[in-house]
T-cell receptor, first 112, second 114 residues
Framework: EDQVTQSPEALRLQEGESSSLNCSYTVSGLRGLFWYRQDPGKGPEFLFTLYSAGEEKEKERLKATLTKKESFLHITAPKPEDSATYLCAVQARTGANSKLTFGKGITLSVRP | DTAVSQTPKYLVTQMGNDKSIKCEQNLGHDTMYWYKQDSKKFLKIMFS???????INETVPNRFSPKSPDKAHLNLHINSLELGDSAVYFC?????????????FGPGTRLTVT
């Protein structure tokens, strides 16, 4: 069964204090690893898809990286508006099943 | 202009009632999903439809019945509501894999069963 574990559960940073969020996964053939951002009371917002080990993607202060066992979401010089829950999900390549298996998320708080 | 929309946003009802949640997407996607997010924020797949055909049914009680009248709409009907059904329900859509596979989510429907 596909599994996703995210750590830490919660992270509090000072504005400008860079850090990384971890997503460890086991999947029967990875089709894609996805990062989402979720603000309170809203639906998850798509950030990145990574397809193979060594791949990296960037968007503003965020950079996502992927290895065969885990992914990191690096946040450089975060701002208070980066405060949200960050969700990691995997999609398996096997069959026509396109479901995403999510981790429990990491709640990030950035203090001004 | 909204990509994936759901109605209602909030639903408060009593145990034993039947209720429906509606979802519409204007992205031209072929696949739609229902997810449940529990009180611990864990997001779990319930159903998926591709071109009106059910392709995922993740051991959800048969009190839950999805219906897809066309590929832009996916509704969720829940019979005999129980306290444990209280959660936030999200609709999502995507193109067929391997075209892109990222899923786009609606704003959610918060269901409270009293």
């Amino acid at each position: 069964e596909d599994q996703v574990t995210q750590s830490p559960e919660a992270l509090r940073l000072q504005e400008g204090e860079s850090s990384s969020l971890n997503c460890s996964y086991t999947v029967s053939g990875l089709r894609g690893l996805f990062w989402y951002r979720q603000d309170p009371g809203k639906g998850p917002e798509f950030l990145f898809t990574l397809y193979s080990a060594g791949e990296e993607k960037e968007k503003e202060r965020l950079k996502a990286t992927l290895t065969k066992k885990e992914s990191f979401l690096h946040i450089t010089a975060p701002k208070p508006e980066d405060s949200a829950t960050y969700l990691c999900a995997v999609q398996a390549r096997t069959g026509a099943n396109s479901k995403l298996t999510f981790g429990k998320g990491i709640t990030l708080s950035v203090r001004p | 202009d909204t990509a994936v929309s759901q109605t209602p946003k909030y639903l408060v009802t009593q145990m034993g009632n039947d209720k429906s949640i509606k979802c519409e997407q204007n992205l031209g996607h072929d696949t739609m999903y229902w997810y449940k997010q529990d009180s611990k924020k864990f997001l779990k797949i319930m159903f998926s439809y591709n071109n009106k055909e059910l392709i995922i049914n993740e051991t959800v009680p048969n009190r839950f019945s999805p219906k897809s009248p066309d590929k832009a709409h996916l509704n969720l009907h829940i019979n005999s509501l129980e306290l444990g059904d209280s959660a936030v329900y999200f609709c999502a859509s995507s193109q067929d894999p391997p075209a892109g596979a990222e899923q786009y989510f609606g704003p959610g429907t918060r269901l409270t069963v009293t």
